[in-house]
Nanobody, 121 residues
């Protein structure tokens, strides 16, 4: 089994910064893509940022230029540095990872439990 554990959420004032971390553990053979999604109350879950094992990144339009995703492959950990936070960034942030648990097995997506980020105005 594979577990993803997020940390780093909390309450911050508009214009402030937070750094989220997500560590994957368990029966891991390899991880390809890792990333972050978020879901605000009454809204659909949306892509925040993604990163491949080779370091190629992509971002949702609303966070480009403010958020930076990175990863440490040796630690199976993905990070999200969030700067210039706005009240509209308030949401539960979920990390995800595409994991193979065996060399010849199928890849599947795993999700963390989510961490709350609240930005006050």
């Amino acid at each position: 089994q594979v577990q993803l554990v997020e940390s780093g959420g909390g309450l911050v004032q508009a214009g402030g910064s937070l750094r989220l971390s997500c560590a994957a553990s368990g029966s891991i053979f390899s991880i390809s893509g890792m990333g972050w999604f978020r879901q605000a109350p009454g809204k659909q879950r949306e892509l925040v940022a993604g990163i491949t094992a080779g370091g190629t990144t992509n971002y949702g339009d609303v966070v480009k230029g403010r958020f930076t995703v990175s990863r440490d492959n040796a630690k199976n950990t993905v990070y999200l540095q969030m700067n210039s936070l706005k009240p509209d960034d308030t949401a539960v942030y979920y990390c995800t990872a595409a994991v193979k648990t065996q060399r010849w097995g199928a890849q599947r997506d795993y999700w963390g439990q989510g961490t709350q980020v609240t930005v006050s105005s």
